[in-house]
């Protein structure tokens, strides 16, 4: 007397439910990635209708209370044009520094950023926030 259940259970298991979790996941975080500031230092930019289409390979930031970083690192402002040159030898094509300067910064110490540059011969590009 053989006794067989009609009821089979499948040992097998589904993927599908565990794909949709995955894929609103990567959805999550392609979203935040890209509300995500790259640089920490909160900068007061001038506004300009010109956009910028170079990546930046080296920035410099110099927030309201004249704190200099260089590619979100803080550095000392005497610093500077060392720190720059190290960076620069990392890009020897593409020589472009990004300057974000907010708006309070006396002009004195954006045009010793840009003298910097001009000795070195590097090109520099001025970050400005879009209107």
């Not at 001009?118 to 970050?127: E, F, G, M, P, T």
């Amino acid at each position: 007397m053989a006794l067989r259940s009609t009821h089979k259970i499948d040992p097998g298991f589904s993927m599908s439910s565990m794909t949709d979790l995955v894929f609103l996941l990567l959805i999550f975080f392609v979203i935040v990635s890209t509300l995500v500031s790259p640089y920490a230092l909160p900068v007061d930019l001038p506004k300009s209708a010109n956009k910028t289409k170079e990546k930046p390979k080296v920035a410099v930031r110099i927030d309201a209370d004249q704190h200099f970083s260089v590619n979100n690192e803080m550095i000392d402002p005497l610093d500077l044009e060392g720190v720059l040159k190290d960076r620069m030898k990392q890009f020897p094509q593409d020589q472009a520094v990004v300057l974000h300067v907010d708006q309070r910064v006396p002009t004195g110490v954006t045009v010793s950023v840009l003298d910097i540059a001009k000795r070195n011969k590097w090109k520099i590009i001025l970050a400005t926030k879009p209107e």
